[in-house]
């Protein structure tokens, strides 16, 4: 039987930070298990090719049907293989509020301020711009400016601008409101996901063991003590032995659907799938939240934008060209290449909305084709009320878990919607993007509640940031404790967007790379 020192289930954000970091001095064996391929291919790496994305490099979960969203089911894609979700995601680098994490301290998360884990963000990052107080200029994440954004997307910023919104240049730094351009995780023209900056670097050192095609099925337990775990891959099944313990980072989804197959969930629910209950923690897999979005969508006569035409079709192909040469050129778009904070409602304690704009229509994440030119615009709830659960499917490790987000049942989520939409087309109504005269694909009386509601709950859905399902807390019933260690049972721990006590204001993948960071400093303590 293999065994290591420690075990990392899942090499996505939070696991690759974790196995890389804790692999790196070569004091420790470290095993990363990953039940994807290892994602080095040309549809990953390349930017503009993540309408592309391999099949097998993403999960495409559904979610239940959503009463919020009019009984329909909402998409839930989730990467799988090395680099998890930051291997399809859109690269935005983002971090959230300052507030959030100050807010995580005082729900009892001793040890999060924001003061606590800017040196973790700074660690992590590489910025081009270079180290400030802020940011960090030798971390294993590259993160870049955007050198071929769409003309578009400076005109959203500058539309914004007429508003007297403003400009901000990095809402990373000092301030997070105002609007801009993203900063992306992406290196040289290619994305640089967290696996290509904390696992592959590291490949070959003998004292670290990556496996990808590897499925974990359930934590082996012994004695109330995480001893190793049983994987299904093209070997056959087996049980690998951690020595020291198990890190879990499986991802929103994956964290409590692996724990819930090893017995520690609620009770009840594990008993109707047949499941021996090591410990009934009934906050496993609740407290789901996301962040609910609405795309709004405008057609122009402009080519300007991506979109599908003769001209649109021989540009992207002299693009892809440029790209496979140079990796430069409009080939590597994030899509979402613009975007902003803002407050909406008098009594948020930082920005409630966040706005992305994509140089190109949206249907239905991208998954429906649209005729012609033009642009889209999210705007999501940072801080919604609306709480889900993640539940077994079945006890078969291989089956996908049920999703439910629950997504817009508090009508406070409602309300900050409802403003967010109404600011999105007053930047559109503005000048420079208004002189581009855009069709409105979805015209409704913007003045009127009802009608705004229908359409929001008809066409609203995710943008792809689901946490809290292995919630942390200072208190005896979250899953685990500040030092990202689980209270039901010893030698495990939890590292990835599933510990989140409350959803981030922004994007998740560099909140998971940093609590990946943090996790890795915990276990080398406790060993
Ligand atoms: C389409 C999309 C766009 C996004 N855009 C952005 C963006 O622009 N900016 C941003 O900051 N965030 C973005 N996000 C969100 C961000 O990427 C994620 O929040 C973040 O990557 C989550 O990290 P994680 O470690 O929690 O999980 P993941 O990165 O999802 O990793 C979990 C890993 O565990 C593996 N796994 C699961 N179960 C098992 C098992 N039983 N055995 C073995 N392996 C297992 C999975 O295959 C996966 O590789 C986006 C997400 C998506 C899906």
């Not at 470290?30 to 390349?46: A, F, I, M, P, Y």
């Not at 993540?50 to 097998?56: C, L, S, Y």
């Not at 100050?102 to 711009?129: I, K």
């Not at 807390?473 to 979250?478: V, Y």
Request: with cysteine; hydrophobic share 35%; aromatic share 8%.
């Amino acid at each position: 039987m293999q065994e290591f020192d420690i075990i990392v289930i899942g090499g996505g954000s939070g696991g690759s930070a974790a196995a890389g970091r804790l692999a790196e001095d070569g004091k420790r064996t470290v095993c990363l298990l990953e039940t994807g391929g290892s994602n080095d291919t040309v549809r990953v790496k390349t930017p503009g090719f993540m309408p592309f994305i391999p099949r097998g490099s993403n999960y495409r979960f559904e979610t239940v049907p959503q009463a919020g969203l009019k009984g329909r089911t909402g998409y839930q894609p989730r990467g799988r293989g090395l680099g998890g979700s930051s291997a399809i995601n859109a690269m935005v680098y983002i971090r959230g509020n300052q507030w959030d994490y100050d807010n995580w301290a005082e729900l009892g998360c001793t040890g999060w301020s924001y003061e606590d884990v800017l040196p973790y963000f700074r660690r992590s990052e590489d910025n081009e711009r270079g180290a400030n107080d802020f940011h960090g200029g030798k971390g294993p994440l590259h993160v870049s400016d955007q050198r071929w954004p769409n003309p578009g997307s400076r005109a959203f910023v500058e539309s914004a601008a007429a508003l007297q919104l403003p400009v901000n240049d990095d809402f990373n730094g000092a301030k997070q409101s105002g609007f801009g351009l993203y900063q992306v995780t992406q290196y040289k023209g290619e994305r640089w996901s967290a696996a290509r900056a904390y696992v592959e670097p590291l490949r070959g050192k003998p004292n670290f063991s990556i496996r990808t095609g590897t499925l974990v099925e359930k934590l082996v337990i012994e004695d109330g003590r995480v001893t190793g775990v049983q994987v299904m891959s093209g070997r056959g099944r087996e049980t690998l032995r951690a020595r020291g313990g198990v890190i879990v980072s499986a991802g929103a989804f994956g964290s409590p659907q692996v724990l819930m197959l090893s017995g520690i969930g609620p009770a009840a629910h594990l008993k109707e799938h047949g499941i021996e209950v090591v410990a009934d923690v009934p906050a496993v897999g609740s407290d789901l939240q996301d962040h609910p979005d609405y795309v709004s969508s405008w057609e122009t006569a402009s080519t300007d934008f991506f979109g599908s035409s003769l001209a649109g079709t021989w540009r992207m192909v002299r693009a892809i060209a440029e790209h496979r040469r140079r990796r430069t050129g409009i080939m590597t778009t994030p899509f979402a290449e613009a975007g902003g904070f803002w407050t909406v409602m008098p009594d948020s304690p930082a920005p409630d909305v966040q706005w992305h704009f994509v140089p190109a229509m949206l249907e239905n994440h991208g998954r429906e084709k649209v005729k012609g030119h033009g642009f889209s615009l999210h705007a999501c709830v940072l801080r919604p009320e609306s709480r889900g659960t993640v539940r077994l499917g079945s006890a078969l490790p291989s089956d996908a878990p049920v999703i439910d987000p629950n997504f817009l049942d508090d009508d406070r989520d409602m309300a900050v919607l409802r403003a967010g939409v109404r600011l999105s087309h007053r930047i559109v109504e503005s000048p420079p993007l208004s002189d581009y005269a855009p069709k409105d694909r979805y015209p409704i009386d913007l003045n009127d509640d009802d009608a705004l509601d229908d359409l929001i709950r008809s066409r609203a859905d995710t943008v792809y940031h689901p946490v809290g399902t292995c919630r942390m807390g200072g208190d005896a019933d979250s899953v685990v404790d500040p030092t990202l260690k689980a209270r039901s049972v010893d030698g495990l721990w939890v590292a990835d967007a599933s510990i989140m006590p409350r959803l981030v204001s922004g994007n998740t993948n560099a909140p998971s790379i940093m609590i990946g960071e943090r996790c890795a400093d915990f276990v080398k303590a406790a060993l």
